[in-house]
């Protein structure tokens, strides 16, 4: 008999508790009444700017429905929502009730917008919590906003900089020196030194130790990941001739998560080569050979190399392009052979899932480098860009040669920085020799994304020079060995790191 009571008071107890979870999800439905006529595109980017003027970050939680709505409309009715039973619980892995969560969402939505949408999910992401999705109204938007499993949610599809750049078409991009570009430079004798076996080194290299810091390593060992446009298919010094000269017992590696399609739903990517020439000078002045081609050699010319193409051009800016950083950052954080992510890309607001993949692969043991901002003229109000501000990443910006610190032509600055490259000259101006997008060809590149190739590419040295160690013990050795360590400048983090000091 106690045994049949005992029975009895469980079903009742899990009962209860359905029904609960049930009556949660039947709540009455959220109206908005006197509804508005959505923002334009000007007003929503004009409110954006608003926060960037005045040297606050923007995020989307910081937007009111209105404008929130408004956004999604111009963006095709795209919306990430980010889920967890509180903020840390992005990882799907790791997250036991991701699954129920989720499927609560979904039916949420479908309350609201209606279940005949063949489109209505568009995504579900394998590894982060998150779920892209379609929505029109402004009362889903609103009531996704208060449900207490909702970490975040974001247009998917703004696309800030196409409208910003209405008028102003040859403004539209924050971009490298360089940004996207097929050119090719016959490099100035002054800004390279020849060594064994007949290799350019490039002047900033000198600035910084990294010739000395080759007698103790060359990076030999350790992966870097770059996230970026993609590489070269041209260029044989990336591909064939990756592992030549002094360069030997080394693999290139290349991949591609971004989807050139006007349809959200595409998955099928446009493939691993560089379309741009970004990629392929970010990965060229990390890991390019040390060989007899008479070509400029990169910081860790021993390091294997992981590429992925996850974007058209440097800015991050659409459905697509978004979604291609994120897949690459998971995708390199699940690589047990990576040890460093280097990505000169960026935004100037933060995009939820980039966060979350950031945040995935850090919690991996990733050292993750990101480019403080690069900028053309209407974006030079902005400091440090997104993902670099980021904890969780090495924020790294360009300075001019001199005694004294200032920052590049084009280059941002601000308390989020932790370390600055030399990568402009005083007198030419010339900036950092890199390989070109052709073969056997080279080129300049500048701003704060040669600036963290380079500073990826240390971090290489030390920690082939030191492979048991972790990532934070690699970072500390590079703060200890930078110019206003142990204090931080309030523009520019610790300074000028000291490769060689680094590996010693």
């Not at 929505?135 to 900089?161: H, M, S, W």
């Not at 480098?369 to 003229?377: E, M």
């Not at 200890?480 to 000091?501: D, E, M, R, V």
Request: neutral net charge; charged residues 15%; glycine residues 8%.
């Amino acid at each position: 008999m106690i045994k049949k009571l005992c029975r009895i008071s469980v079903f009742t107890l899990l009962f209860l508790v359905s029904c609960s979870k049930e009556d949660e999800m039947k709540e009455e439905l959220i109206t908005i009444s006197n509804q508005q006529e959505p923002l334009t595109a000007r007003q929503i980017n004009e409110n954006i700017n608003s926060y960037n003027q005045t040297g606050e970050k923007f995020y989307w939680k910081k937007a009111t429905t209105h404008m929130l709505w408004s956004a999604v409309l111009k963006g095709n009715n795209l919306v990430t929502v980010g889920f967890g039973i509180n903020s840390s619980d992005f990882d799907r892995t790791k997250s036991a009730s991701s699954n129920q969560i989720q499927n609560e969402l979904i039916n949420l939505i479908k309350r609201y917008e209606g279940d005949q949408n063949e489109h209505l999910v568009i995504n579900q992401d394998a590894y982060l919590n998150l779920i892209d999705v379609t929505i029109t109204k402004q009362e889903t938007l609103e009531a996704l906003r208060q449900n207490k499993f909702v970490r975040y949610v974001e247009p998917a599809d703004y696309r800030y900089f196409s409208f910003e750049n209405q008028g102003n078409p040859k403004d539209n991009q924050i971009q490298s020196d360089s940004g996207c570009g097929y050119g090719t430079s016959t490099i100035s004798s002054a800004d390279f030194t020849t060594i064994s076996p007949n290799a350019q080194v490039p002047w900033a290299f000198y600035k910084h130790g990294i010739p000395s810091a080759w007698g103790y390593s060359s990076g030999s060992g350790i992966t870097i990941g770059v996230v970026d446009s993609g590489l070269s298919s041209q260029q044989s010094l990336m591909n064939t001739s990756f592992n030549t000269g002094l360069s030997s017992g080394r693999s290139v590696q290349r991949y591609g998560t971004y989807v050139d399609s006007i349809w959200p739903w595409s998955t099928t990517t446009d493939g691993v080569n560089d379309l741009c020439g970004h990629g392929t000078s970010m990965a060229s002045v990390a890991t390019a050979p040390r060989n007899g081609n008479g070509l400029p050699v990169g910081v860790a010319y021993n390091a294997n190399l992981l590429t992925y193409r996850a974007s058209s051009d440097v800015v991050l800016n659409g459905y697509h392009e978004q979604n291609g950083v994120k897949n690459a950052f998971t995708a390199l954080g699940n690589r047990t052979d990576v040890k460093i992510i280097s990505m000169s890309m960026g935004h100037i607001f933060s995009v939820g899932k980039i966060e979350d993949g950031v945040r995935y692969a850090n919690n991996r043991g990733k050292l993750i480098f990101c480019a403080g901002g690069t900028s053309t003229s209407f974006t030079n109000f902005v400091g440090v860009i997104f993902p670099a501000w980021m904890p969780e990443t090495v924020a790294v910006t360009g300075i001019k040669e001199a005694s004294t610190y200032q920052k590049c032509d084009v280059c941002h600055s601000g308390s989020e920085i932790d370390f600055t490259i030399m990568m402009q000259r005083s007198g030419s101006n010339n900036t950092v020799p890199v390989l070109s997008y052709y073969n056997n060809q080279a080129d300049y590149v500048g701003g704060s994304s040669v600036a963290t190739a380079t500073t990826a590419g240390i971090a290489a040295l030390v920690w082939a020079k030191n492979p048991s160690w972790t990532k934070a013990q690699v970072l500390t050795k590079m703060k200890q060995s930078s110019q206003f360590y142990p204090t931080k400048n309030s523009q520019f983090g610790h300074g000028i790191i000291n490769a060689l000091t680094a590996v010693q």
